[in-house]
């Protein structure tokens, strides 16, 4: 899928929903030890690429700065269920203190208004620094089960006399 590809699809009014959302991504990547693992966190879109932002002793960050290659999906709970697939690149930084991107995915309805200054006093104190990953697209898809579907269901709806 070539940039412009990517760009249009994640350009989508689904994918940008998905995107802006609160929803949390799931991020999947190798181990270390070259198993499979896939997490639930949050995140930042800037437009151009997803932030996702950890301890700098999480084994994720070892694991990616080894291998960067990375798959993601955001989606909803409701029916017909909407999601939106990226394969892409991640780019580890270690940064002094709580990085922008951290505090804006945690400000899309994780933490309660009210209770605002009390957690970010008590992340403050806690992270002298973090691991900023971006994560640049490279491949995308949007599904929205009404208009869009994966390319084996829409052929068996073909084959089916359905499509």
């Given at each position: 899928m070539d940039q412009q590809d990517v760009t249009n699809e994640l350009a989508k009014p689904g994918a940008q929903e998905l995107l802006q959302s609160?929803?949390?991504l799931r991020l999947a990547y190798d181990g270390v030890d070259g198993s499979p693992r896939v997490i639930p966190i949050g995140f930042h879109w800037d437009g151009a690429r997803i932030f996702v932002c950890t301890?700098?002793?999480a084994p994720k960050v070892k694991a990616l700065q080894k291998n960067p290659?990375?798959?993601v999906t955001i989606d909803t709970e409701a029916f017909p269920p909407h999601l939106l697939l990226i394969r892409g690149t991640a780019q580890v930084e270690i940064v002094d203190g709580v990085p922008d991107e951290f505090l804006k995915a945690s400000s899309k309805g994780g933490v309660p208004p009210e209770q605002w200054d009390g957690w970010l006093a008590g992340v403050q104190a806690l992270y002298k620094q973090m691991a900023r990953i971006s994560i640049t697209p490279e491949w995308?898809?949007?599904m929205d089960f009404e208009t869009s579907a994966p390319e084996?269901?829409?052929k068996l709806a073909s084959e089916a006399g359905r499509a």
């Open positions: 609160s929803n949390l301890a700098t002793v290659r990375v798959a995308a898809k949007f084996a269901v829409m």
